[in-house]
Nanobody, 124 residues
């Protein structure tokens, strides 16, 4: 069975940095794209970043460009999200997801497997 496990969230102050990790098991990790999404209270789950199976291509939503970096280590079956210059608007539960099919990297419907999420809270 496929499992995704996020870690690295926490409570930080504005301007701080965090690195989230997502360890994947149950499949050949290097065959699949990976994405990160957020869900804040009362809002839909929204796209943050994605990375192609080899790691050669990346995609970001406009609000995190220049601050966040997605990466992956296929030897460790792990995807990462480096989050710098955090602000209170980044507060949300962060989910990693595995992309089996679909043409749109920023569409949640393109992703088939999801982790349980990790809470990121940024105080003013």
């Amino acid at each position: 069975q496929v499992q995704l496990a996020e870690s690295g969230g926490g409570l930080v102050q504005a301007g701080d940095a965090l690195r989230l990790s997502c360890e994947v098991s149950g499949l050949t990790f290097s065959n699949y794209g990976m994405g990160w999404f957020t869900q804040a209270p009362g809002k839909e789950r929204e796209f943050v970043a994605a990375i192609t199976p080899s790691g050669a291509g990346t995609y970001y939503t406009d609000s995190v460009k220049g601050r966040f970096t997605i990466s992956r280590d296929n030897a460790k079956n792990t995807a990462y999200l480096q989050m710098n210059s955090l602000n209170p608007e980044d507060t949300a539960v962060y989910y990693c997801a595995l992309k089996r099919a679909g043409s749109d990297w920023d569409d949640r419907r393109s992703y088939d497997d999801w982790g349980q999420g990790t809470q990121v809270t940024v105080s003013s």
